[in-house]
Each structure stands twice: as C-alpha cells, then as structure tokens.
C-alpha cells in the first residue's frame, strides 16, 4: 500500500448540468452533479521524482436551498436514487431537515459515489476526500447524506459486494463503522447523515 499525505491530494471536478437551476420549471434539472477525480504524487523512493496516480473518484449532488423547495418531487423527477433519498429524510428522518432549516447554511449533499483504489485504502483519505468536496463545491453545505453500501467498480469483482450473503453484510458494517468514525450518524437503514 502507497502512504500518502493527505495535504497533498489534488483533485479535478466537472459539473454536469442540464439547464438552469429552477426548481419548478426544470425540477429534473435541480440538483447539481459534480463528478471528481482524486489524484496524488506517489513517491517509492526518497530520491525520486514521483509519479502522478489516480487515488479515486466519486460523484455528489448538491441541491440548493434544500428546505426551500418541495424537495420530493425535486429529486423524484431526477432520478430514483434522489427519490429515495428525500423519501428517507421526509419520512424516516425529519428532524435532518428540521436541524437544516435552522442552520444558516442550506444546501443538501448527497455522496452518491466514493472510490478509493485499492491499494490508497486503509489511510482514512475517504474522509479528506469528503472534507476536499465540501470545501470546493459544499461551502453552502449543512446537511450530508450517504449510503454507506458498497457499489461494484472496475476493481471489484461483482460477487465480492452484491452476493446478498455474509460479503455484503461484512463490506456494510465495515463502511458502517468507517463514516460513523467520522463524525456520521446512521439515519435509516444504509443511509448515514452528518450535519455540518
């Protein structure tokens, strides 16, 4: 496994976009998808110049002034993965939007996506990663959600997390433990929120 320093980690973003933002006119158009990569220098030697490797990727939506809109038929007309998102927050957890409407920062983000390549794992850098897409795209972020439920990638053989067996529950509770270590409450289900 590659150590790296955290400080160090670079990354691109892309905004895909369709439209305007308006949330009545275009409610399908609303949330905004970022999509990132996450790059860093990668030292083997002391003498050596390094090399740039890609340390993951991920994808999130930042939805404006969440609590201002009627944030269920926003993201239904979306997609069902954001319609099961403001499903469990409208009817499984309120008090999230509650908390909020109260705080002076309004805007709800979903981490759809995180991958970090296999051989980066084990350094915690999902949480600086999270920290890194706050600080670029989040800054009007008070509430983040998550589904700590592994997704299959190039990396990972299917079987490994979609087996419905002993591997998914195993790689759940593993990522169950990573977010809450990092300051993120289960909500319902596999979804985990922090206020912010």
């Known amino acids: 496994m590659a150590e790296l320093d955290p400080r ?3 990354f691109k973003y892309r905004l895909v976009q369709d439209g305007l933002l308006d949330a009545e006119e275009s409610p399908e158009d609303y949330p905004q998808e970022w999509r990132f990569s996450v790059s860093a ?3 083997h030697r002391f003498d050596d110049d ?3 490797r890609r340390v993951g990727r991920g994808r999130v939506y930042v939805i404006p002034d969440a609590t201002d809109i009627d944030l269920f038929e926003v993201l239904d007309a979306h997609s069902q993965e954001l319609a099961d998102l403001a499903s469990m927050l409208l009817t499984d957890r309120p008090d999230l939007l509650e908390a909020l409407a109260a705080s002076t920062r309004r805007d709800l983000m979903y981490l759809a996506d995180l991958e970090i390549r ?3 794992r084990g350094q915690g ?3 600086h990663v999270v920290r890194g897409v706050l600080e670029a795209v989040g800054r009007g972020v008070g509430l983040v959600v998550l589904l700590a439920a592994p997704r299959p990638s190039d990396e990972m053989d299917d079987t490994e997390v979609h087996d419905g067996g002993s591997g ?3 790689a759940n509770r593993s ?3 990573y977010w809450q270590a990092a300051g993120f409450e289960r909500a319902s289900g596999d979804f ?3 206020l912010v």
């Open 168 to 170: 998914q529950r195993r």
């Open 50 to 52: 390094g090399r740039e």
């Open 192 to 194: 985990y929120a922090r």
């Open 175 to 177: 990522l169950a433990r």
């Open 8 to 10: 160090r980690l670079s």
């Open 118 to 120: 296999r051989e980066f």
């Open 41 to 43: 220098t990668v030292y």
């Open 125 to 127: 850098l999902g949480r």
